[in-house]
């Protein structure tokens, strides 16, 4: 089943028990380019939302607003059910290129945010280890990024963000570079450890199919300046496998969401 819902999914009932809001959120760059208006968004404890919409309608600009790299021009980002500080939700950031130090180790890209926190190489080895070997890539420790496949890359990449320990894990278009297979194992290898640690994921696709697959729940953005145009419940269960793909539920969501996307962006 799905659920339509409004751009404001922020009523009481709605952030009670919610990790991180975005209330009412505009964002307006220094050059006068509107990216988000009244914006707003839920994101609860061990949800997998993924956004939706179209290149330039301000999914990259959510997740910059979310871990504090950017701040809003109006509304709000909201911790918990009111703090404007992430405080105790360690937070996890995959960007869309791995953007690994070429010139370092695997292992030493792996430990760098616990070293900028002044974690020493021998106190971080067992974190960073256990990082890598959550992607299987204990084994390339010491090799160098350029030995790598673009799929491995990633891999170190999403490694880098685990080492964190995070409680929400930012991921934009993670994927959106790699072969089809390459993609598909990866979506089933983050489904695996999403389920593992219970984590908040907000993961931003181009892709209909991979959002649904992925997803508890999928919003739809409109074209900019970005806002929610419609939130959907994906009530597939989980685990999920390579079988659902060929599911008519699956396939019947997927053209919901389609349709919605469509519309949000002006087709």
Known sequence: MTGHASNVLTSAKTKTGSV???????????????ALEDFSLDLHKGEFVSLLGASGCGKSTVLRLIAGLAQPTT????????????????????FQE???????????????????????????RDRVMESLELVGLQEHAQSLPNELSGGMKMRVSIA?????????????EPFAALDEITRSKLNDDLLALWERFGWTILFVTHS????????????????????????????LGYPRTEALRLQPEYSRLCGLVSEDLRRAMGG
């Open 20 to 34: 991180v809001s975005l209330d009412w959120v505009s964002m307006v760059f220094d050059n006068g380019t509107a």
């Open 75 to 94: 509304g709000k980002v909201l911790w918990g059910e009111n703090s404007h500080d992430k405080g105790d939700h360690p937070l996890g950031y995959v």
């Open 98 to 124: 791995p953007t690994l130090m070429p010139w370092s180790t695997v292992f030493a890209n792996v430990w760098l945010p616990l070293r900028l926190k002044g974690m020493s190489r021998k106190d971080a």
């Open 160 to 172: 880098r963000a685990l080492v964190t320990r995070p409680g929400v894990l930012l991921l934009d």
């Open 208 to 235: 209909v199919f991979e959002a649904v697959y992925l997803s508890s729940r999928v919003a739809v953005m409109s074209s900019g300046p970005g806002k929610i145009a419609s939130d959907h419940a994906i009530a």
